[in-house]
């Protein structure tokens, strides 16, 4: 799909590097100020622990539904990986982080929200909408790898309904998988060839260009996604996005109903609802696509996320904690399953 074809930036240290240079590198990560912990060897961290010197674990959430057996080794796991010393943090990647560890008895009152960054592109706003206004019909958009837990059949049960009800507009899909053939067989049986469109994957700078283009942007996934980065790039190219309150990037980006609209996970009817009440009100669609954009441009950026950062870890050298009220590194609330759509519908929106 065009990833990491790009030349390796100066400031990554490559696998190789770090294989033959590991002493070097471990000199790296035991001086630093503050160190940002993903996926990586805990031995490395072993100098740190006992020092107690800063350290920001960086995680989605570790519960995900389809592995339930697991949870026992990974809190086993987690305790022997995290100790809980005073100036170790979590960044979480997803509204349900803080929860998830928060059952471990982990990270209480120590998490910030983060998540995924890619890269933030400045538009002339009129330009942009503008642009989406010359689609012949209302634009609706699904991008993803087409497995279960993303559920793109949900899409195509959407563009049934509206069909049924009279809807002018197109659906493209982009992406390929598993459940390919599956997606293709719902289209030629439901007789939607003249309404929906399989693209296929795309390198990530086409899928954009059809992000600028697309009206509303759908986003179907369940408990088992993540963080979402297509919702950062979806509301970055000015989308109306309808997304389940089951995406670990929804609660944190998502103001319902002023720059997006969630719907409850699994709910198809919902989903519907939410997609008719935009091809009923183009003047809305296009407020919540303005409002996402300037979330993306303004707020929930990697410039923004790395400029908070900074001085997030000031204030907790001197004794303090964040100031900043919400997006990046403002306080990540403890939330789970059972209360998240209702924090979604109400207290964020």
Same mark, same amino acid.
């Given at each position: 799909?065009?990833w990491?074809?790009?030349?390796?930036?100066?400031?990554?240290?490559?696998?190789?590097?770090?294989?033959?240079?590991? /002493?070097?590198v471990?000199?790296?990560?035991?001086?630093? $100020?503050?160190? &940002?912990f #993903?996926s990586?060897?805990? @031995?490395?961290?072993?100098?740190r622990?006992?020092k107690?010197?800063?350290?920001f674990?960086?995680?989605?959430?570790?519960?995900?539904v389809?592995e339930?057996w697991?949870?026992?080794?990974?809190l086993f796991?987690?305790?022997r990986?995290?100790?809980q010393?005073?100036?170790?943090?979590?960044?979480?990647?997803?509204?349900?982080?803080a929860?998830?560890?928060?059952?471990?008895?982990?990270?209480r009152?120590?998490?910030?929200?983060w998540g995924?960054f890619?890269?933030?592109?400045?538009y002339?706003?009129?330009?942009?909408?503008?642009?989406?206004s010359k689609?012949?019909r209302?634009?609706?958009?699904?991008?993803?790898r087409?497995?279960g837990?993303k559920h793109p059949d949900?899409s195509?049960?959407l563009? /049934?309904?509206?069909?049924?009800?009279?809807?002018?507009? $197109?659906?493209? &899909?982009? #992406?390929n998988?598993?459940? @390919?053939?599956q997606?293709r067989?719902?289209i030629?049986?439901?007789?939607l060839?003249?309404?929906?469109?399989m693209?296929?994957?795309?390198?990530?700078?086409?899928?954009?260009?059809?992000?600028e283009?697309?009206?509303i942007?759908?986003?179907t996934?369940d408990?088992n996604?993540?963080?979402?980065?297509?919702?950062?790039?979806?509301?970055n190219?000015g989308c109306?996005?309808?997304?389940?309150?089951?995406?670990?990037?929804?609660?944190?980006?998502?103001?319902?109903?002023?720059?997006?609209?969630v719907?409850?996970?699994?709910?198809?009817?919902?989903?519907?609802?939410a997609?008719?009440?935009?091809?009923?009100?183009?003047?809305?669609?296009?407020?919540?696509?303005q409002?996402a954009?300037?979330?993306?441009?303004?707020?929930?950026?990697?410039?923004?996320?790395a400029?908070?950062?900074l001085?997030?870890?000031?204030?907790l050298?001197?004794g303090?904690?964040?100031y900043?009220?919400?997006?990046p590194c403002s306080?990540?609330?403890?939330l789970?399953?059972?209360?998240?759509?209702k924090?979604?519908k109400e207290?964020n929106?």
């Amino acid at each position: 799909m065009g990833w990491g074809e790009q030349d390796v930036p100066s400031y990554v240290v490559p696998v190789n590097v770090f294989a033959t240079q590991r /002493e070097k590198v471990q000199q790296l990560i035991d001086n630093a $100020d503050v160190v &940002i912990f #993903g996926s990586a060897p805990r @031995e490395l961290l072993v100098n740190r622990i006992q020092k107690d010197k800063m350290i920001f674990r960086y995680s989605e959430r570790p519960l995900k539904v389809k592995e339930p057996w697991k949870y026992p080794v990974r809190l086993f796991t987690w305790r022997r990986a995290m100790p809980q010393k005073k100036h170790t943090y979590m960044l979480c990647a997803s509204a349900y982080t803080a929860g998830d560890f928060a059952q471990f008895g982990l990270f209480r009152n120590k998490c910030y929200k983060w998540g995924y960054f890619p890269a933030t592109k400045q538009y002339d706003i009129d330009a942009l909408f503008a642009q989406k206004s010359k689609n012949e019909r209302p634009s609706i958009l699904w991008v993803g790898r087409l497995i279960g837990l993303k559920h793109p059949d949900a899409s195509i049960l959407l563009a /049934e309904r509206l069909k049924a009800n009279g809807y002018r507009f $197109d659906l493209n &899909i982009i #992406g390929n998988g598993a459940m @390919e053939s599956q997606i293709r067989a719902m289209i030629r049986e439901k007789k939607l060839d003249d309404c929906v469109h399989m693209l296929g994957g795309m390198r990530p700078e086409q899928v954009r260009e059809y992000m600028e283009r697309a009206d509303i942007y759908l986003f179907t996934s369940d408990f088992n996604e993540g963080w979402g980065a297509v919702l950062n790039e979806s509301m970055n190219s000015g989308c109306a996005v309808v997304a389940s309150h089951a995406i670990g990037s929804v609660p944190f980006l998502i103001n319902d109903g002023v720059n997006g609209i969630v719907y409850k996970n699994g709910r198809q009817k919902d989903l519907e609802r939410a997609v008719m009440e935009l091809l009923n009100a183009p003047k809305k669609r296009k407020q919540i696509g303005q409002a996402a954009y300037r979330t993306m441009a303004e707020k929930w950026n990697g410039e923004t996320a790395a400029e908070r950062f900074l001085e997030l870890c000031k204030e907790l050298q001197d004794g303090r904690d964040t100031y900043y009220q919400d997006g990046p590194c403002s306080k990540a609330e403890r939330l789970f399953q059972w209360n998240m759509y209702k924090y979604c519908k109400e207290e964020n929106g």
